[in-house]
Structure formats: C-alpha cells, structure tokens
C-alpha cells in the first residue's frame, strides 16, 4: 500500500516521515521511500495537527491520543478553531470536553533522550517515541538509526 508522506528528516539512511493524510508518523528506510506523483502534490492534507482549546500541557502519547481518539471517533463532528490557533470540538451543538492527560505514571513521556537495555543486554541510547497504555513499556527510537523497540519500563534510565 502507498501512502503520501513528508520526510521530517533523515538519518543513516533512514527517514522520519509524517503520513499526512491520517497524522503518524514512523521511521522508514529511505530506499522504501518513492516521490510523489504530480497529480497528488496540490491535494491538502486530510490531517492536521492542532491543539486542543482549553487543555494545558497535554502530552503527546499513546494514552492521551487514544482518549481524544475515543472523543472523537464518531460521525457528525465539527472542528473550530480560534484566533490563538487552538481548536474546539463540538457535536450536536454541544463543545466535547477532553479530560486531563498529562505524562505517564512512571515519569517518561515522549521525547524523553534516555539509555535503555536492548534484547541483547547492550546499552544503548535513544528517543522515547510512545508511553506503553500499562506504563509498563516504551517504545524508543535508537540514535543510531536502527528500528523502533519495544522496551520494558525497568530497563530504560537518563
């Protein structure tokens, strides 16, 4: 399956790209990666990235989207934003509230640099890149470019 896609940044042969049609993104090899046809190029991305109106300091993980998924996962939904770039969501009439997702119980969040223990007992360095649901998990991004991993909680420290 082919997906449009914008390269945030490379890195020994693999790139960072964000699927602008649906808002993810994830490490690829760049040899995967093919340019986009012309007649694609001028479409708008059905995507957008915003922030929530009245939500302080949300953090990006899994738990937080899956709760703002879980709120907006339904037909008919509206989206306004205001004049500070924040948006609003509203259905029926009706402003959906968000409640409050902050970081995760055991103190790592996304964006986190940290050492963690690899599957063969090496240390290694990387980026947290999504909080497991349990918090018992971290998916961390290698720094030296290898593939996204899995990470028991109790194997990861600064």
Avoid at 26 to 54: C, N
Avoid at 93 to 116: P, T
Wanted: glycine share 8%; charged share 30%.
């Amino acid at each position: 399956q082919l997906y449009r896609a914008k390269v945030i940044s490379i890195n020994n042969k693999v790139a960072t790209v964000l699927f602008i049609d649906f808002g993810e993104s994830e490490l690829q090899p760049v040899d995967s990666l093919m340019e986009l046809p012309a007649q694609f190029r001028d479409l708008e991305p059905l995507a957008e990235r915003v922030k929530l109106e009245g939500v302080e300091g949300m953090t990006d993980n899994e738990e937080c989207r899956e709760m703002v998924d879980k709120h907006l996962d339904k037909e008919g939904i509206a989206m306004m934003m205001n004049d500070e770039g924040e948006a609003s969501f509203w259905l029926n009439g009706e402003k959906i509230k968000f409640g409050d997702c902050k970081s995760s119980s055991n103190g790592w969040k996304i964006g986190d640099k940290v050492a963690y223990r690899s599957a063969s007992s090496v240390w290694r360095r990387g980026v947290i890149m999504m909080v497991g649901k349990n918090q018992d998990k971290v998916k961390v991004r290698p720094e030296d470019g290898m593939e996204n991993m899995l990470v028991d909680i109790r194997h990861v420290k600064c």
